[in-house]
């Protein structure tokens, strides 16, 4: 196989088998040198866009972001290069095999500092010529933007470290002559390196030569003073002090002058199985920061990412890493820190004879002894700031990585800190950390498995240690054991600190008395997530800020989220330890808590604004279904439910309104309350309407009608039948309908309602125009308006105002109709009714459309196509299909039209959307005649006729036999063209359809072309004209060609 070699220390380069690979312009380079940086990693396609363009990236960025893998990965096949560039869905990697000149700079760098370490200074010295030799120039050299250039300041001191360490090598093996040349060109070219200018001066001392060895410091010492006003530092003044007390010769006077040799490595060891977090593994890179504050719950990870990270980049702090666990959450008392500064004093060399007996003393020792090194600290495990304070290294270049349940704000405040919060991995992160443990298992179980842990390292390690040691067969079993109760099955036997639910209690313990009340109050609340309103309710008598201050306190510690919008958040597992310790409260008081809860929520329901019960909805079908559980609160879940039956209808999400509605039914059931048992059944039977399951919708709506008679219930039983009739509607059973609503009309009466009275009369107009009467429609629907508009119900109007649009348009009045339909439209944009917004710009751009407007007509049926796929209302979804493919067809794009049409007819089958189904049979039908398939045009055409014969709807039957007309004419079949456009017109005279007579008319004037002659067309295209004018149709222009041509003839 070809080798692969990748060069950052220079300009970026890539050779296979020693032969370089074009590599593009700079856009794709620098996206090589970004997975670069972090080799056999995944690097996301945003951070790749970042390094690549900045902070204002084009909208295209990730396109051209693949475009740009595609180019490097042809030419390193063209160079005959393995695939060594690879990606997935969420970014790409750079597989390097130790290919890479940075890789091999840091791991030679590294091994000389062992070898220094073992008193090996010449071995050392050639390691690190050889490192610095693979330098060929600045780092990333030619695109260094970004992300990039802060890599390459980083590679650049890291350099500098090289070179100084090869420095002190060459010291310590004795090379004193050769050296001093070499150190005068390096001070020279790094004037201000004090550790140059000290090896500088020890070599001269070693060779005697004293005057010029405190020349150099002399020269030092100006160049600092005049230039920073600053005084040399501990190296040079050590140097300094050797050189004028002479009293040192030989190696071992370079050897204890020079830096302590005892570089401490305390890094404990990596986990092999670490997986994921490539998110914030980039943070942490990206992170420009002194002291880092890695936070989060406990068993989250913190401990395993900072080992992790920290093994990755300890090439960039020479002088070693130190490593404490500060016990912060322990059942041992947290280290102090004068034991955790005795253990860094001893690791740094210092004799523990030798160790200050007071703290002030040792902090002092401490920071004089890593002044001048640059060293990773990590703080594990700490409680608060006092603990980590005292530990932080002076060097601006060395680092401090600390690991808290707690986000030690205070260190952000003083010590100019970053806080990084760790969540839980992800779903694909936690199964592959399952499967690094458990190998070669299906994914169901294991994927289960990840979500009963709530996807927390802690749970998934300790499931994985728990099935290793019972065998792979007992994962079923283990997931129900875990079903049931998951804090007890996730310990570990034998060993109750290896627990979830332990690792909690301690954060718990941490807590003070008002924030441990409300963490347990909070376990009663079963949303996904909860406000400070909330909070609140479920508090009592506590004041707003006291309860602030208590969920700070959670939010510090870990144990809640914060979220946008002042929102909060349990992480599964913590919610189920809080729920657990709820239990430490009496019953009365978790009664009253769980009133309070409920009693909040509804009182919010009634003047809630649509975007908080948006924010809210998720949380109120929780709550549903927690009230439904308990006889108690069983009244709860019926009002909640029965109040949101408006936001429901008006901004669909069905799935969650029919999970309440069924809670919500089995609430009322059990306490025996038919009243609320039948409004739930209407409401869900509205829904299963709005979905165009109408089977289920005349179940529902069936039972609410036979419930509310029972009981005697006049207006339950008149708004179950109204939504009967609506159903037998949609299925193109007019006549079904019409008896619904004369029935929901006679309770309207009984009753007394206006309303309901009004409702009946406007549906009753619906059926008709489905039957054709299109006169009776609009007396029904003006009847209805009328009603309405006396009772100031504009909410209700939209209806009417549809239903008469809809009977304008059929009666070619488009203009009328146009209007109606927009009024429809800023009405349900106004209230946000997205359910009545998707039907009116369904309408409307039909209307538009007919009225040859043609780019309207498309942007309102996209809007509806979107507003439908949001509610999950399939009909409009289809009508919006149907218009945007007669559109295309009256553009002369019949295979766009086609492919349009095709997809509308499926949707609309699926869900037994009559109606729909045969308007788009008879599209289908007019696009392939257009494209000469006549045969195909036929069978569409007679099945949208089939259409009408099996249902009562008679309102396309005339556009179906015109089309069915048209068809024989194209096949030569003259005698059955005049039969069908005949029939045609008889029901259009009779129904008053004038859009589809002046249709009929155009083809009836065809079919006459072809028996006698153009002349004897004339008067039907005449007559055709009068009618498209009048009502503004686009055919007019055409029509008017064909007429002068037949006139001139």
């Known amino acids: 196989m070809a080798t692969v070699r990748f060069r950052v220390l220079g300009p970026v380069t890539m050779e296979v088998d020693g032969k370089p690979v074009a590599l593009g312009g700079v856009k794709p380079r620098t996206l090589l040198a970004a997975l670069l940086v972090r080799p056999d990693r995944t690097v996301e396609t945003p951070a790749l866009i970042e390094t690549v363009w900045g902070a204002r990236p084009p909208g295209s960025a990730r396109g051209m972001i693949q475009t740009y893998v595609s180019t490097l990965r042809r030419a390193i096949r063209q160079a005959g290069g393995p695939d060594v560039l690879r990606g997935d869905g969420s970014g790409y990697w750079v597989t390097v095999k130790g290919g890479l000149d940075l890789t091999e700079f840091e791991n030679a760098v590294e091994n000389a500092r062992d070898m220094l370490t073992h008193n090996r200074p010449k071995q050392a010295a050639a390691h690190l010529r050889g490192a610095l030799g693979l330098w060929r120039g600045p780092a990333f050299d030619g695109v260094t933007n970004g992300l990039l250039g802060a890599e390459a300041a980083r590679l650049q001191e890291l350099q500098m470290t090289a070179l100084e360490l090869r420095v002190t090598a060459d010291l310590r093996a004795g090379d004193y002559e050769t050296l001093i040349p070499d150190l005068r060109g390096l001070v020279a070219q790094y004037p201000l390196r004090e550790k140059l200018w000290a090896s500088l001066m020890l070599a001269l001392h070693h060779t005697g030569q004293n005057s010029a060895a405190l020349a150099a410091f002399e020269s030092i010492r100006r160049k600092l003073a005049d230039e920073f006003g600053a005084n040399p530092g501990s190296l040079l003044r050590q140097a300094h002090e050797t050189v004028l007390r002479g009293e040192m010769t030989g190696k071992e006077a370079v050897t204890s002058a020079t830096p302590a040799n005892t570089v401490p490595m305390q890094l404990p060891a990596d986990l092999t199985t670490f997986c994921g977090r490539t998110t914030d593994m980039a943070r942490l890179d990206t992170l420009n920061a002194r002291t880092i504050v890695i936070a989060g719950p406990g068993g989250v990870g913190k401990t395993a990412l900072a080992v992790h990270w920290a093994h990755q980049v300890r090439t960039r702090f020479p002088d070693g890493q130190l490593f404490v666990d500060l016990r912060g959450y322990d059942t041992l008392a947290p280290v102090s820190t004068a034991q955790a500064l005795t253990q860094f004093l001893r690791a740094l060399g210092t004799p523990s004879q030798q160790v200050p007996a007071t703290v002030d003393e040792q902090v002092a020792l401490y920071r004089s002894l890593t002044a001048d090194r640059i060293m990773l600290v990590v703080l594990d495990n700490a409680v608060g700031t006092d603990q980590v304070r005292a530990l932080l290294p002076p060097n601006p270049q060395s680092m401090t ?18 806080v990084l919060r760790l969540d839980a991995l992800s779903e694909l992160d936690s199964v592959a950390l399952l499967k690094s443990f458990l190998g070669a298992v299906d994914d169901g179980p294991v994927e289960e498995l990840a979500r009963l842990c709530g996807y927390l390292p802690l749970a998934l390690r300790i499931v994985a240690a728990n099935l290793l040691g019972s065998g792979h067969g007992l994962i079923t079993d283990y997931i129900e054991r875990l079903r049931a109760d998951r804090l007890a099955e996730l310990t570990i036997d034998g060993d109750p600190s290896v627990a979830v639910r332990s690792t909690f209690h301690l954060s718990y313990q941490a807590l003070d008395g008002p924030a441990r009340r409300l963490f347990r109050l909070l376990g009663r609340v079963p949303g996904a997530d909860f406000t400070v309103p909330v909070a609140c309710a479920i508090a009592g008598d506590d004041s707003e800020a006291d309860i602030r201050r208590a969920l700070d306190r959670l939010v510090a510690a870990n144990l809640v989220a914060p979220r946008p919008g002042e ?8 919610r189920d330890y809080a729920a657990d310790q709820a239990r430490a409260e009496t019953t009365d008081d978790l009664t009253a808590c769980d009133h309070r809860l409920l009693g909040f929520y509804l009182s919010a329901i009634k003047d809630a604004s649509v975007r908080w019960l948006d924010d809210e909805r998720a949380n109120l079908v929780a709550v549903v ?39 919500a039914l089995a609430a009322a059931r059990r306490a025996g309350d038919q009243r609320a048992e039948a409004g739930v059944l209407t409401m869900s039977g509205l829904i299963s309407y709005n979905l165009s399951d109408y089977q289920q919708a005349i179940a529902k709506h069936t039972r609410a009608r036979d419930v509310a008679k029972a009981i005697g219930d ?56 489905s039957l054709g009467h299109v006169e009776e429609a609009v007396a029904k629907h003006t009847e ?78 996209y809007e509806a196509l979107v507003v439908s796929r949001q509610i999950g209302e399939r009909r409009y979804e289809a009508g919006a299909l149907e218009i945007t493919a007669t559109v295309q067809r009256r553009l ?38 257009h494209l000469g398939e006549t045969t195909t045009a036929m069978g569409f055409a007679r099945a949208a006729l089939d259409a009408m014969y099996e249902t009562s709807m008679r309102v396309l039957e005339a556009p179906a036999l015109t089309e069915l007309a048209a068809n024989c004419l194209a096949m030569g079949d003259l005698s059955q063209a005049d039969r069908h456009i005949e029939h045609a017109l008889k029901l259009v005279v009779q129904g008053g359809q004038r859009l589809f007579e002046a249709r009929a008319l155009h083809v009836r004037g065809l079919i006459t072309q072809a028996a006698q002659g153009s002349a004897a067309a ?31 003839c």
């Open 784 to 861: 209805s308006l009328s009603i309405f508009e006396k009772l100031g119900d504009q909410g209700a109007t939209i209806y009417v105002l549809n239903g008469l649009g809809l009977a304008h348009w059929t009666a070619g009045r488009l203009t009328e109709a146009a209007n109606c339909h927009k009024q429809c439209v800023d009405i349900a944009r106004e209230k946000e009714i997205h359910y009545l917004a998707g039907n009116a710009l369904v309408c409307l751009a039909e209307t538009y459309c007919d009225l040859g407007r043609y780019l309207e007509a498309k942007s309102h049926a």
């Open 714 to 769: 006049p207006l339950a039983e008149a708004d179950a039948v109204h939504h009967l009739g609506r159903v037998h509607a949609q299925l193109g059973q007019p006549r079904d309908a019409i008896r619904c609503h004369e029935s929901e009309l006679a309770l309207a009466e009984q009753a007394g309602s206006e309303v309901l009275r009004a409702r009946a009369i406007n549906y009753i107009g619906v059926a008709e125009l």
């Open 401 to 418: 990585l600390v690991t808290s349940r707690d986000d030690l704000r205070a260190l952000t405040v003083h010590n100019d800190a970053r």
């Open 625 to 663: 279904g927690s009230a439904a559980s308990d006889t108690g609160t069983c009244h709860y879940a019926t009002e909640i439910t029965l109040a949101l039956r408006q936001y429901f209808m008006s901004r669909g999400h069905a799935a969650d309104g029919l999970a309440m509605c069924e809670a």
């Open 892 to 929: 002369g794009r019949l295979a766009e039209s086609i492919e349009g049409y095709t997809a509308a007819l499926a949707l609309s089958r699926a869900i037994s959307f009559r109606y729909g189904e045969a308007s788009i049979l008879i599209g289908l039908s007019i696009a392939h005649r």
């Open 567 to 574: 929102r909060f958040q349990f992480h599964d597992l913590i």
């Open 1018 to 1048: 004339v008067p039907h295209w005449q007559r055709a004209l009068e009618i498209f004018t009048e009502i503004g149709a686009p055919e007019t222009t055409e029509l008017s060609r064909v007429l002068k041509s037949a006139v001139t």
